[in-house]
C-alpha cells in the first residue's frame, strides 16, 4: 500500500451519470462537453478517466452516445497527463485491430492508455446488430481468448494463438509501446468468470461500488486465485455526495432520490435489457444507489471529513484507484477536489 491513492473520474459517454432530470446537469453526450469535462479533470489535479463502452445508450435509443474509442484517442491528443482507460466489447472489434488501435492511442497519449474489457450486458446493442448475444459464461471464455490474444500483441509480441474462436497466425504489430512494457489492462466484471479472468490477466480489477465489507470479500476471493507476475492491482467505482455538514450531503441524497424516482421507467427498460445472469446486477438489486456500478452504494456521501475518512478505508483494504461519478458532474468534481482531496491526502500523509 505505498503508492497514493489515485483519482479518477468517468467520462459523461452517457450524457450524465445519475438522474436524466437534474435542471443542472444537462443530458449531453457531445464530444464538446466530455472534451471540457476531461480537460477540466486534469486541470483539477485527477489521475484518471474512464470511458465506458457502448455503441447505443442503453437508457433508451432516443439518447446520444459518445463513442468511446474515437473520443479516447481525441482525448489522448489533447491531455498531457492523465491515465485514459477505454472500455472494450470483445464481440464488437476482433483483437488484432483492438490492439492496434490501443497500440496507437498508446503512441498519442505518451504511454497513458489502458483497456478496460467489459463482457456485456446490454443485450439489444449486440443482438440488434446481429453479433447474437451468447450466454454469460461464453462471453467470458470469449473475452479469455480475446485477451490472451490482445495482451500478447500489446507487449510486442509475436503471436501464434490456436483457440475456439481465435487464429492468430504469427501476428505482430509495431510499434510497441516506446514508453513501457505495455498499455495497463483493467477487466470490469463481478462474475466467478470475470474474477477468475481478472486474476489471469488484467492489471487491475474494476470492483462495482458497494460496502465495504463487501469490497474486502471481493478482495480477498481475487486474492486467492492463481496469478502469476505482479499482484493485481483494484480499482473502485463510487458516486460521491460530499458537503460541509453530513445533514446537508443528507439532503442532496434525498433530492437525487426524488430526482430517481422520476427516472425509473428508463432505469426498469434498461435492466429489462440486461443479461439476468450478469452479477452485477444482482449486486445492484441488494444495494439501492444513486449512479451507476453501485454508486453511492460505496457509502461516499457525508461530510467532506466523513468522505475523506471513508475513502482512506477502501485505501486500507487494497483499492488503488477510486473512478468517481457526480451530478452535477463538473461542478462536484470541482468541489471534489477542492474539498475531499486535500483532507485525504491529509489523512494518507499522517496515516
Ligand atoms: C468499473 C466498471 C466499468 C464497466 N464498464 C462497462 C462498460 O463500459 N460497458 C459495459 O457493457 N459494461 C461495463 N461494465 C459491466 C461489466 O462488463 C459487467 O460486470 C458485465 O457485463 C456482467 O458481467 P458479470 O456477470 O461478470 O458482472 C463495467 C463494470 C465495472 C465494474
New binding site residues.
Partial sequence: MSAQLRFGVWALVYGNWASFHHPEDPVDASWERNRRQILQAEELGYDST?L???VINPFGEQYDQLDTWTAAAALAALTERIEIIA?I?PYLYHPVVLAKQALQIEEISRGRFGI?L?????KPELERAGIGFAE?DER?AYGTEWLRVVRGLLAGERVSFRGEHFHIDDYQLKPASGHRHRPAVYV????D??RALAADLADTW???GQPQQDVRALIDDVASRPREGDPLRY?L?AFVIARETGAEAQEVLAYQWELAEQGKRAWDGLVANA?P????FHTFAKHPHIGT?GGTAAGLVGSYDAVAERILQFRRLGIGTL?LQFQPFESEQRRFAHEVIPRYRRLEGAG
Fill in positions: 474512464l465506458a463502452q457502448h472500455a466489447k478496460n467489459v463482457n456485456a450486458w446490454f454469460h467470458y470490469g466484471g463481478e462474475s468468470p470475470a474494476f470492483i462495482n480499482a467505482s443479461d445472469k450478469a452479477v452485477m456500478n473512478m
